[in-house]
């Protein structure tokens, strides 16, 4: 198997060739047709998440080892299946879930695996999808990917997943109200296309780039570019002065965070999402004065993610722009998520 693979925090990722894992007990070995990168396979790299005034979430603090092929948004080709896993047909084309728990606690059980606090997340805590082959360590962790292609399919596991995960806390919206999304980037990119699905709330989306702009408005959707003049003041043209009665930060660094919080109207909810890094800082009368919600979301649970794949087969929705790369561009795409150069999502075919 050949992998690219992260042997020093801060270091770029190395291409490693060795022999191919046989599947033990319940695991599946499968052939990766597809794996998506993610924006927080840059900070697995770096090693750290920004927390504000320059102090660091150390990841290896939070259980991540080294050596680790990143990649959690997988789909592959079923090759070889454990002995005890059952009844899982070779050939098979499916995705994997990647936000893997420890099985035992009260989040696993209740199927939020993505909320376990001894988490096994698949390209974080186990050998993910940079790779041409993954191991899989159980079948329940294979959704169907109905008759999505694979490089399309494959970042409904994260990105898409978590972009729907955000969506839903936002509801109920009304035809009346206004959201606000913050960040046009991969998850803003699934927002568009799920919103429509979802609400008939007025939406407006806010980033720093013309082009990601653009493109979300061929969604049909408004938008206000954040580098020109006054943000707040261009939201509340739009909105009215009372403000919005959601905020989703895709973003969610010390910037975006407080001009969402200050844009929400009363009885508002604000949803933090992104892990670009910062800090918020809340005066507690307003919470209660304005009866406001904060409240954050991580990815989605397994049957979040098979109804979404449903969905999206179902409805037909028009794929995200996707730029196919092979394995050794890794570093190279990481390098230019890191500049914001990414438009759409770039997915690794495992050759
Ligand atoms: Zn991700
Ligand atoms: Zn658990």
């Known amino acids: 198997m050949k992998s690219a ?18 599947p033990k007990g319940t695991e599946i ?8 990168v993610c924006h927080s396979d840059l900070h697995l790299r770096d090693g750290y998440y920004q927390m504000g005034k320059g102090e ?4 290896k603090d939070r259980g991540v080892r080294l050596p680790l092929t990143p990649g959690h948004e997988v789909v592959g080709r079923v090759l070889q299946v454990g002995p005890e896993a059952g009844k899982v047909p070779l050939g098979a084309v499916k995705l994997v879930y990647p936000w893997i728990g ?17 988490p096994k997340s698949l390209g974080i805590y186990q050998d993910g999808g940079y790779s041409d082959r993954i191991l899989v360590p159980h079948p329940k962790w294979l959704l169907d990917t109905h008759d999505l292609l694979p490089e399309y399919a494959c970042s409904y596991a994260c990105a898409g997943l978590t972009a729907y995960g955000a969506l839903k806390k936002s509801l109920p919206l009304s035809a009346k109200d206004h959201l606000l999304i913050i960040g046009a980037g991969g998850l803003g990119m699934f927002a568009a296309q799920l919103l429509p ?13 013309e082009g990601r702009l653009a493109k979300i408005r061929e969604f049909g959707f408004q938008t206000v570019n954040s580098s020109e003049g006054e943000t707040s003041e261009a939201v509340r043209k739009i909105v009215g002065p009372k403000g919005v009665s959601a905020a989703i930060d895709f973003v969610n660094n010390s910037v975006t965070s407080s001009l969402a919080f200050s844009l929400l ?18 005066p507690t009368p307003i919470l209660s004065l304005r009866s406001l919600t904060v409240r954050g979301s991580y990815t989605g649970s397994p049957s979040e993610l098979a109804e979404l794949l449903q969905l999206v ?24 998520l890191a500049s914001g ?8 075919t495992g050759k």
């Open 5 to 22: 693979r992260l042997i020093e925090f801060g270091s770029p990722l190395e291409l490693e060739e060795k022999r191919d894992p046989s």
């Open 56 to 59: 660091k979430l150390w990841v």
């Open 197 to 209: 699905l979802l609400t008939d709330a007025k939406v407006i989306f806010l980033d720093l780039d």
């Open 102 to 118: 420890c099985g035992e606690c009260e989040e696993c059980e209740e199927g939020t695996p993505q909320l376990c606090s001894s």
């Open 313 to 336: 087969s179902e409805k037909k929705l028009a794929p995200i722009p996707v730029q196919v790369k092979s394995l050794k561009e890794a570093d190279s795409i990481l390098n230019d």
């Open 341 to 348: 150069k990414v438009l759409g999502r770039v997915v690794l």
């Open 265 to 282: 109207k009363k009885n508002g909810k604000m949803i933090s999402v992104g892990l670009f890094g910062g800090e918020l800082k809340i």
């Open 29 to 36: 070995l499968l052939e990766v047709l597809a794996c998506g």
